[in-house]
């Protein structure tokens, strides 16, 4: 199943914003049959009273970020972990995108989006001891703000923040210079989660490390990168999120984190009982579906809000794709439904914008997004760029060849490759450390790279190419001076009004503009699954297909 949404006016826009909203809790989209789970329910012994105690053992992919902190990670699994050690402001609904009360009670905006008031529980603490209170939610948010560009995604969720107010104990006031109408549903999410002011005096890189203290359900006792974790039952807590069954302390003892790289030993894992979860980046196959039911475990599915999986131009000048010409061809070059049947399986959702069909806002770009290869002949032709005899185009000489630099090279590269090259294009796909990475990319040592975020709003685009947000090289290089200026004026827009229909509008605007001016190339949506244990009860994804362990009880 997939859901496909077109703005067809500014009337509409209003009403779509709360369907996309619902349609976040997408269920079994093409999974062969995974239930979408949005509550508890996951497991063999569902309806029986839950039984305390057990560890849960989950399985992911990979730790590439190397970091543990909310307000620095980006990487989903780590931000899984962190949804069950840190507590946040508020909540999102997974069904309907409703933010609910967490640590606040309730809260207030003014209608420029610049001002929101925040009365908070009293009742919670963190795990040393430390009262949740207004002067640690300024410190958290003051102390995020501080981090900068090394917080990725917090740089524009806390897009022209100055300052947060201790009104009293209880009561917080949030003040922006700019308005920010996403901030709202920021205060959801693990990037601004509430941590102790004792986490505030530890440098960045320790609270990467794991020097973080939080007052979510369960603590943080180890962190070892790309290794392991283990999360402990926090003991007496009792002010979970208004969206959980279960209002006091975890069912489970504590949750045991391994790391595996290899699809197949996952399953394997899972299959022979050493894992109960098994957790990887990329949806697990149709073949390995089959046989993980046959184990008698479940697949469960969400479609992930937020950035879809994106390949993001170099324009800087003298490269190939500085020319919209080429750049336009290659988005012609591209045939999306074959890059998802192909990649995943046959109903898998193609990409339609750089937003996934989840995201609030999203904007159906199929029409502009069509594979139309003699398109893409004529666009290099005009170009100068000519098809010579070994099947590449050629101008003066110089092929017509595009660096794509990846730490984590896939399947998917190959396609990409195979696709351009039928229209002459080389593409060469330089693979190498994640240490290398980062400085042969902010340096612009390429021509293409690749970006995706989650999150349940769509300014997180923002956080990737928003020059006016971000100093990071996915929007430094991705347009030219008078392209930035009209995306950032575009994503303004979307955040100075609460109002959906004038949000929508401007997001309507900024995909077209993204997609019409080859700033963005969306290769497919993102689904997350997991294997789930038949002896798993209560499993559930967050509104942004994190993992919410408060409701999970084991058979035991």
């Known amino acids: 199943m997939s859901t496909s949404y077109r703005h067809r006016t500014r009337r509409r826009l209003a009403a779509v914003a709360v369907s996309v909203l619902a349609a976040v809790s997408l269920a079994a989209c093409g999974s062969g049959g995974g239930s979408g789970s949005d509550a508890a329910g996951s497991g063999g012994s569902q309806g029986d009273k839950p039984v305390p105690g057990g560890r849960l053992k989950i399985a992911f992919w990979n730790d590439l970020q190397g970091c543990i902190d909310p307000n620095q990670v980006y990487w989903i699994e780590s931000r899984s972990l962190d949804r069950n050690i840190a507590d946040s402001l508020t909540d999102q609904d997974p069904k309907t995108g409703k933010i609910v009360p967490w640590l606040a009670t309730s809260w207030?905006?003014?209608?420029?989006?610049?001002?929101?008031?925040?009365?908070?529980?009293?009742?919670?603490?963190?795990?040393?001891?430390?009262?949740?209170?207004?002067?640690?939610?300024?410190?958290?948010?003051?102390?995020?703000?501080?981090?900068?560009?090394?917080?990725?995604?917090?740089?524009?969720?806390?897009?022209?923040?100055?300052?947060?107010?201790?009104?009293?104990?209880?009561?917080?006031?949030?003040?922006?210079?700019?308005?920010?109408?996403?901030?709202?549903?920021?205060?959801?999410?693990?990037?601004?989660?509430?941590?102790?002011?004792?986490?505030?005096?530890?440098?960045?890189?320790?609270?990467?490390?794991?020097?973080?203290?939080?007052?979510?359900?369960?603590?943080?006792?180890?962190?070892?990168?790309?290794?392991?974790?283990?999360?402990?039952?926090?003991?007496?807590?009792?002010?979970?999120?208004?969206?959980?069954?279960?209002?006091?302390?975890?069912?489970?003892?504590?949750?045991?984190?391994?790391y595996i790289a290899e699809d197949s030993v996952r399953v394997g894992s899972l299959t022979n009982g050493t894992i109960d979860i098994a957790w990887p980046r990329q949806p697990i196959s149709e073949a390995d579906q089959q046989v993980l039911k046959a184990s008698g475990a479940s697949i469960e599915t969400r479609a992930l809000p937020g950035i879809a999986g994106l390949l993001l131009p170099n324009v800087t000048g003298g490269r190939p794709l500085a020319d919209l010409s080429v750049r336009k061809a290659v988005q012609k070059a591209l045939d999306l439904p074959s890059y998802a049947k192909t990649l995943f399986w046959d109903d898998y959702p193609a990409a339609k914008s750089p937003l996934t069909s989840s995201t609030p806002y999203f904007t159906d770009e199929s029409a502009k997004l069509a594979h139309d290869p003699t398109g893409a002949a004529k666009l290099l032709d005009g170009a100068g760029w000519a098809l010579g005899s070994d099947g590449y185009r050629h101008k003066a000489d110089k092929k017509l060849t595009l660096t794509y630099l990846t730490p984590s090279p896939s399947p998917g590269d190959q396609l990409v490759q195979d696709q351009l090259k039928k229209v002459g294009i080389d593409l060469q796909i330089k693979v190498v450390t994640q240490a290398q990475y980062t400085p042969l990319a902010t340096a612009g040592e390429y021509d293409l790279v690749s970006s995706y975020l989650t999150r349940a709003d769509p300014s997180v685009l923002g956080s990737a190419i928003d020059q006016a947000a971000t100093k990071q090289y996915s929007a430094k290089y991705s347009q030219d001076a008078a392209t930035a200026a009209r995306v950032s004026a575009l994503f303004a827009t979307g955040q100075s009004t609460v109002d959906p229909e004038k949000r929508g509008a401007a997001y309507q605007e900024l995909q077209d503009y993204l997609i019409d001016n080859a700033v963005t190339y969306p290769l497919y949506d993102r689904l997350q699954t997991a294997g789930v244990s038949k002896k798993v009860n209560g499993f559930a994804f967050t509104s942004e297909a994190f993992l919410r362990a408060n409701d999970i009880w084991l058979d035991r």
């Open 108 to 258: 207030t905006v003014n209608p420029q989006a610049t001002e929101f008031t925040f009365k908070l529980r009293t009742d919670a603490t963190f795990s040393d001891g430390t009262k949740v209170d207004a002067a640690a939610v300024k410190t958290a948010l003051d102390g995020t703000r501080d981090l900068g560009p090394r917080s990725i995604l917090g740089v524009t969720y806390l897009a022209g923040y100055t300052s947060t107010t201790v009104v009293d104990p209880s009561t917080v006031k949030v003040d922006f210079t700019k308005p920010n109408a996403g901030f709202l549903q920021a205060t959801s999410t693990t990037t601004l989660a509430i941590l102790s002011p004792a986490t505030y005096k530890e440098t960045p890189e320790a609270r990467c490390a794991g020097k973080v203290v939080g007052s979510g359900e369960f603590t943080l006792d180890s962190y070892t990168a790309a290794k392991s974790a283990k999360l402990t039952r926090r003991a007496g807590y009792a002010w979970p999120s208004s969206l959980v069954a279960n209002k006091g302390e975890a069912y489970l003892e504590g949750i045991d984190v391994s």
